[in-house]
């Protein structure tokens, strides 16, 4: 089939390779030029694992185009809204202005018995608003709306093989025209076995929030958890594998640690919240603002504890962060964790120096305050303590002996609780974990 993807950043550029990937003829439109002349030449703008690879091998094809001119929707038959909806400055509320401004640019190339395919995360009613543009514009084109559940560094297999699809058409119905174009875009994995759930529109926008805001609430209770573990002398990872093992729960996202971040579980339950409060409902989603206020209270103590570790201050200690991205294999610092703690360690008047092996780049133009050490030995040479707060393998994998050797004290807080303790504290180091005790 004949598609465009409007908007090539992280979600429309693995969106785009990835339709390529199953055959169909795709071009990317972004009104970023250099994005565009990036993707143009195999280049992803960002680190994802295997796309890199995936946009040389359709591109070779001629399959997969990238241009700047949104006249180049009108020689396709489906288009994918694929932009971003951040947080409105000062606001809970998303913003919508990219989304608007995409189909709005789209409209005057919309041909007849098109179909407009959002996936962008957006407030529920959005769909239902943009479809009576569509309408207006073409009375035979539709708009439906098909979330995403992408994640960081697994876009790609996520694509091409996600767990489920969810198609939200006007009346909710199988017989809707758009639901067979959409199934012959995703014959490929439907017919492998994924399983797709036709809705109406409002249900097809809450999913991916309501995902989201589960998940967020299942990380902030076990964070919950591993408070209440410190202060009774407990220890959060055993609490997790018991409970864990209880099938209604499951061990998933039951990881006690800083915290969540990203551009998409803190913006999205936030937004949430702020829909819910238009709506009326507001009272429906108040636990969210717990849930994010244990997030964003872990940042702080893990500065607690640093300053614990360090006997008590924080004042011209050399501090060394491993890990600058939200999570590993991505080099997205959007409302990173990791970033924020080093950020506040700083202001508290330790040395601090961040190491990542992908995510430098972005971490110094979002704190351009802080020291960036590329090099692993480099970074930690000469330093107080460690503090693990993105867990790259490369981390996890580290000799405790070797790394104490070039330091000047032999200090570690493990932010994500994937080191064993037992090893590193036989091999002579004070060790601290989160919800552990």
Known sequence: ?????????????????????????????????????????????????????????????????????????????????????????????????????????????????????????????????????????????????????????????????????????????????????????YSK??????????????????????????????????????????????????????????????????????????GCLPKDIRAFMARAGELGADQALTFLREVDAINMRRRSRVVELTRELCDGSLLGRRITVLGAAFKPESDDVRDSPALSIAAQLQLQGAVVTVTDPKALANAARRFPELHYERQLDAAISGADALLLLTEWNEYRELDPHDVGSVMVSQRILDGRNVLDPEKWRAAGWTFRGLGRA
């Open 1 to 185: 089939m004949r598609i465009s993807v409007i908007g090539c950043g992280y979600l429309g550029a693995v969106h785009a390779a990835c339709m390529a990937k199953l055959g169909h003829d795709v071009v990317g439109i972004d009104v970023d030029e250099m994005k565009i002349a990036e993707l143009s030449a195999a280049r992803a703008p960002f680190y994802e694992p295997g796309l890199e690879e995936l946009l040389m091998e359709v591109q070779k094809t001629g399959r997969l185009k990238f241009t700047t001119d949104m006249g180049a929707v009108a020689e396709s038959e489906i288009h994918f809204i694929c932009v971003g909806t951040p947080q409105k400055k000062g606001e809970n509320a998303a913003d919508m202005t990219y989304v608007d401004a995409a189909v709005t640019a789209m409209l005057p190339h919309l041909q007849p018995h098109s179909v407009v395919v959002g996936k962008s995360t957006v407030p529920v009613g959005t769909a239902g608003r943009l479809s009576d543009l569509v309408a207006q514009q073409q009375s035979s084109a539709h708009l439906v709306w098909n979330p995403e559940f992408l994640r960081e560094g697994h876009a790609v297999a996520d694509t091409l093989q996600p767990d489920r699809f969810v198609y939200g058409v006007f009346d909710g119905s199988e017989d809707h025209p758009a639901v067979a174009l959409l199934d012959a875009v």
């Open 189 to 262: 994995p439907i017919s492998a076995g994924t399983p797709r759930l036709v809705t109406d529109l409002p249900t097809a926008e809450l999913v991916k929030v309501a995902a989201n805001s589960f998940l967020a609430t299942k990380i902030s209770f076990i964070n919950a958890m591993a408070e209440l573990c410190e202060a009774a002398g407990a220890d959060v990872t055993r609490l997790a594998d018991a409970i864990g093992m209880d099938d209604r729960i499951g061990r998933k996202f039951l990881n006690a640690g800083i915290g969540f971040g990203g």
